[in-house]
């Protein structure tokens, strides 16, 4: 089993739609959560941070964290095709290096 | 805030020539600093970890006389190729997070080149 999962997609949304994406991680401890975007050929980008349950809602994004069922999601309102990249989720490695632990990401598709 | 600088951000140079790459963290102090590297269509793979003043932590498989790090300062890292060869060419990306359990905040990356 990986340590953090995604579907890798493509997923593909209408504008204007709702872009939920998903992500699980095994280790029952980790305590913070990452989501970054990374457009084709350059450097992720940081979009959201979340460390309890619940909701945290930024502009058109929302994180959304279960620790009971080891579950991360991000959704996207309003979708555009400039949100149209790969998104990582990304789970800091519960000792003191704080490494981040990387999904392989999903790809995310706007059509226009 | 939170902005990291990376420079070159392209590299093109002939094999078997060093290439360093720094790395700079503009508007905080950096306590830990991160070097990654991604193949076309593949995953980020860390590289390895380094510490204000202190060795830097390879990942397996990575070799420490080949990608050598510094990381002099709070807001410095530097990596350099030595020797590089065709196979070393990549996209080469760094990160900086600070204390605690904070995002890592990443540069622009550099493309490598060898020819």
């Known amino acids: 089993q990986k340590e953090v999962e995604q579907n890798s997609g493509p997923l593909s949304v209408p504008e204007g739609a709702i872009a939920s994406l998903n992500c699980t991680y095994s280790?029952?401890?980790?305590?913070?959560f990452f989501w970054y975007r990374q457009y084709s050929g350059k450097s992720p980008e940081l979009i959201m941070s979340?460390?309890?349950?619940g909701d945290k809602e930024d502009g058109r994004f929302t994180a959304q964290l279960n620790k009971a069922s080891q579950y991360v999601s991000l959704l996207i309102r309003d979708s555009q095709p400039s949100d149209s990249a790969t998104y990582l989720c990304?789970?800091?490695?519960?000792?003191?290096?704080?490494?981040?632990?990387f999904g392989s990401g999903t790809r995310l598709l706007v059509r226009p | 805030g939170a902005v990291v600088s990376q420079h070159p951000s392209r590299v093109i140079c002939k094999s078997g020539t060093s290439v360093k790459i720094e790395c700079r963290s503009l508007d905080f102090q950096a306590t830990t600093m991160f070097w990654y590297r991604q193949f076309p269509k593949q995953s980020l793979m860390l590289m390895a970890t380094s510490n204000e003043g202190s060795k830097a932590t390879y990942e397996q498989g990575v070799e420490k006389d080949k990608f050598l790090i510094n990381h002099a300062s709070l807001t410095l890292s530097t990596l350099t190729v030595t020797s590089a060869h065709p196979e070393d060419s990549s996209f080469y990306i760094c990160?900086?997070?600070?204390?605690?359990?904070?995002?890592?905040?990443f540069g622009d990356g550099t493309r490598l080149s060898i020819l």
């Open positions: 280790d029952r401890v980790s305590q913070s």
């Open positions: 979340i460390y309890s349950n």
């Open positions: 990160s900086a997070r600070m204390e605690g359990p904070q995002p890592q905040h």
């Open positions: 990304a789970v800091n490695k519960r000792d003191s290096s704080y490494k981040l632990i």
